[in-house]
């Protein structure tokens, strides 16, 4: 339905993030330790969808205000 009704960017965002948030959960759930480079990953991984969502939503904002400046 996602890569149908939306994009494939963001049925790849939505996986991953999905995956992401299990992992950290079991990770806190059932209490194993992970090194530093793993919580380095962790970060990355959700910096990156956060980067993303940022960056998608100036991009909208920036279209919206041009087509406004336009009419």
């Given at each position: 339905?996602?890569?149908?009704?939306?994009?494939?960017?963001?049925?790849?965002t939505?996986?991953?993030?999905?995956?992401?948030?299990?992992?950290?959960?079991?990770?806190v759930?059932f209490?194993h330790?992970?090194?530093?480079?793993?919580?380095?990953g962790?970060?990355?991984?959700?910096?990156?969808?956060?980067?993303?969502?940022?960056?998608?939503?100036?991009?909208?904002?920036?279209?919206?205000?041009?087509?406004?400046?336009?009419?």
């Amino acid at each position: 339905y996602t890569l149908s009704t939306f994009s494939s960017l963001l049925l790849v965002t939505v996986t991953v993030t999905r995956k992401m948030l299990s992992m950290v959960f079991s990770v806190v759930y059932f209490g194993h330790a992970l090194s530093s480079m793993q919580w380095a990953g962790v970060g990355l991984v959700f910096g990156g969808v956060g980067a993303e969502a940022v960056i998608t939503r100036r991009e909208k904002g920036a279209k919206k205000e041009r087509a406004r400046k336009g009419a």
